[in-house]
């Protein structure tokens, strides 16, 4: 297995309970897996081992293949995201305007990485690209919220909106 958060897997046994029944309904669809991962992902946030394991041992194919079609498919996550999703673009426009200092701004404020997750699982950041806000450039997301046109200077101010 690749990445890991360092925070660690906390599934319930609801979620458990949701997956295998979706599970069970999907063992019989050919080419099942995408829409098991999906709905895997849907119901954990994100795709651990743990996870991954269920997915294999309900479908019958191995944890290699699961693994591998979740480390390919960008729309899957082997680590969890914060209750807050923050999201700085780095496509061309957001990039030359800036959203590089945004970034490492963003990652001084919560002490973590893009990629990474706070201790707490309030926090989570990913370095995107383009999101189709250029003439905004540049761009941080935070869940659904959009905020546009911003420096380092706001990202405190930005954030405590959360607290």
């Given at each position: 297995m690749?990445?890991?958060?360092?925070?660690p897997f906390q599934g319930t046994k609801e979620q458990e309970v949701a997956l295998?029944?979706?599970?069970?309904?999907?063992?019989?669809?050919?080419?099942?897996?995408?829409?098991?991962?999906?709905?895997?992902q849907a119901i954990y946030g994100y795709l651990p081992k743990e996870v991954q394991i269920i997915v294999a041992e309900?479908?019958?194919?191995?944890?290699?293949?699961?693994?591998?079609?979740?480390?390919?498919?960008?729309?899957?996550?082997?680590?969890p995201k914060g209750k807050y999703k923050i999201g700085v673009?780095?496509?061309?426009?957001?990039?030359?305007?800036?959203?590089?200092?945004?970034?490492?701004e963003v990652e001084k404020q919560l002490g973590i990485k893009a990629g990474g997750i706070t201790p707490d699982g309030?926090?989570?950041i990913e370095a995107t690209r383009c999101i189709g806000c250029c003439g905004l450039a540049p761009v941080m997301t935070?869940?659904?919220?959009?905020?546009?046109?911003?420096?380092?200077?706001?990202?405190?101010?930005?954030?405590?909106?959360?607290?």
């Open positions: 690749a990445k890991t958060s360092g925070v295998r029944e979706k599970l069970a309904e999907l063992k019989k669809v050919q080419g099942g897996l995408m829409p098991a991962l999906q709905e895997a309900e479908l019958g194919v191995s944890l290699e293949e699961v693994y591998g079609v979740v480390s390919f498919y960008a729309q899957f996550s082997i680590v673009c780095l496509g061309t426009a957001c990039y030359v305007k800036g959203s590089g200092d945004l970034l490492a309030k926090w989570s935070i869940n659904e919220d959009v905020y546009g046109r911003i420096g380092p200077k706001e990202v405190a101010g930005i954030l405590a909106k959360y607290n």
